[in-house]
């Protein structure tokens, strides 16, 4: 699937049409603040609820975004993308919305809960080797089939309609420092640097160590094109995007990195503290509040919670023998 060159990004006024395009489709996500965590992280935390997103996650944003822009080109037809789940559902459900099919290659060492809802919101499953080349291999053969592609995260579009959560987050809580998000293909990151740049304010993203491609990227200044994930953040194993990344070197204050274990103990944080369960992805920036005092101490702060889509028996397999 060729993409257009990385110039080809969204502004801010691309990400203020997202939200007028995608209101009737979305839940303007709730933020919330416990005194008990702020205490634990030594900082003034607000949370972005997009685990409430409708499909459990952020990623309902983008894809919204992606198909009503489709039916605003009038461009018909039914889509394609890769995704390790949550995008996957996103846009099945999205295309269902507008009378459309998605077709989803799904790496097969998807999480069997993600797999099951993209069929449950009306999308087809077409499995791949557990690699960004298979991925993109199987997605091209859904697109010489006919099928539209919505590339997860290096997509204008996609985007502009992930920056509508930072949108939303930075009108309910006035005079945030900072805002934080987990970093895998760099749809969120970039979407939020956007959003948050408009008002100078900076952006960090927090990549599992064992899927840093991104600083990997930045260290040598010329982005990945390959990487071997190994995390348990399953929503966070892609290879960074080419418009993504050009927003990162760009825009983005610093990337950091959290091991697995310190995202199990931020899993197990968060809930002591607020009685939810998280998706590994989202707990990285818990996890990065906590092993980097010295860029957070104080701060008030704005964090992305991307996703819930875990299921109770993982969530304890996950957590077990992590002490907050």
């Not at 895998?184 to 899927?211: F, H, K, N």
Request: proline residues 4%; negative net charge; glycine residues 8%.
């Amino acid at each position: 699937m060729r993409e257009s060159d990385s110039n080809d990004v969204p502004d801010i006024e691309d990400l203020h049409r997202a939200c007028m395009r995608i209101r009737d489709w979305v839940r303007e996500t709730p933020v919330f603040n416990d005194p008990h965590l702020d205490a634990s992280l030594d900082c003034t935390l607000y949370s972005k609820c997009e685990n409430l997103q409708r499909t459990g996650s952020f990623k309902f944003r983008g894809a919204s975004n992606a198909i009503c822009s489709l039916r605003e080109n009038g461009s018909e037809g039914d889509v394609a993308t890769h995704s390790s789940g949550n995008h996957g559902a996103a846009l099945a459900l999205a295309a269902s919305l507008d009378g459309r099919k998605a077709h989803v290659v799904m790496p097969e060492n998807s999480v069997p809960m993600k797999i099951e809802a993209v069929r449950r919101y009306g999308g087809i499953v077409h499995f791949c080797s557990a690699t960004q080349e298979s991925r993109e291999e199987e997605l091209e053969k859904r697109v010489k089939e006919g099928k539209i592609p919505v590339h997860p995260y290096d997509n204008a579009n996609i985007i502009a309609g992930q920056g509508t959560a930072s949108m939303e987050l930075l009108q309910q809580i006035p005079g945030l420092e900072l805002i934080i998000t987990p970093l895998g293909g760099g749809g969120l990151v970039s979407g939020t640097a956007i959003a948050a740049g408009a008002r100078g304010i900076p952006v960090y993203g927090i990549e599992p160590e064992g899927a840093a491609d991104t600083v990997a990227s930045l260290q040598q200044d010329a982005r990945v094109e390959s990487w071997q994930a190994d995390t348990i953040a399953d929503g966070l194993r892609a290879v960074v995007g080419v418009r993504n990344f050009a927003v990162i070197r760009a825009q983005v204050k610093q990337v950091l990195t959290t091991s697995d274990q310190e995202i199990c103990r931020a899993m197990s944080l968060f809930w002591q503290e607020t009685r939810m369960t998280i998706e590994p992805s989202s707990a990285t920036v818990i996890a990065a509040i906590r092993k980097y005092p010295e860029i957070f101490r104080g701060k008030k702060i704005g964090a992305i919670i991307t996703g819930g889509n875990l299921d109770p028996a993982s969530w304890a397999a996950m957590t077990e023998g992590y002490s907050a």
